[in-house]
């Protein structure tokens, strides 16, 4: 089984990846680490990988075993389900200053996540979408279920 986390930059993804492959048994796998040791990228723009979206579907698609993929590009892979992290505006603001990124690609993450570019792209390839509201916590014990 694969399921993959996606959602805007700061939305929570990786701390919710990261207890669902534990509360699963699954392993584990975060998009940029894969695709840095894959080199699945054209460069490296203003310190971020620009990733082959269609290199990187390629090589997901040869893992084996039950896997949870966390990435803001992970809705790309079809997969048994695909959970979407969203966030108020006021905290993933926060949540962005806190990390120190640039007034420009603050503006830019929170446009995604008003204009739901995630979700929307999901919904697209993906048959199993579920939204999980990071904002105030979340239950896990309810998410493991309905996965189950």
Excluded: W
């Excluded at 990187?56 to 966390?70: A, M, P």
């Excluded at 570019?117 to 390839?125: E, L, P, R, Y």
């Excluded at 579920?130 to 105030?136: A, E, G, M």
Aim: glycine share 4%; with cysteine; aromatic share 8%.
């Amino acid at each position: 089984m694969k399921i993959v986390v996606s959602g805007t930059p700061g939305t929570g993804k990786s701390k919710f990846s990261k207890k669902l492959a534990k509360e699963l048994k699954f392993k584990y796998l975060d998009i940029k680490t894969f695709s840095r040791k894959n080199k699945i990228y054209d460069k490296i723009e203003k310190n971020c990988l620009i990733i082959d979206e269609k290199k990187l579907v390629k090589e997901l698609k040869k893992l084996k075993g039950n896997y949870v993929i966390d990435g803001h590009l992970s809705h790309y892979l079809k997969a048994d389900y695909c959970v979407v992290c969203k966030c108020d505006l006021k905290v993933l603001k926060k949540r962005l200053e806190k990390r120190k990124y640039s007034k420009q690609k603050i503006k830019d993450n929170l446009d995604a996540e008003i204009f739901d570019v995630c979700f929307i792209d999901a919904k697209k390839i993906q048959k199993n979408v579920l939204v999980l509201d990071t904002s105030k916590g979340y239950k896990m014990e309810g998410i493991v279920r309905l996965i189950k």
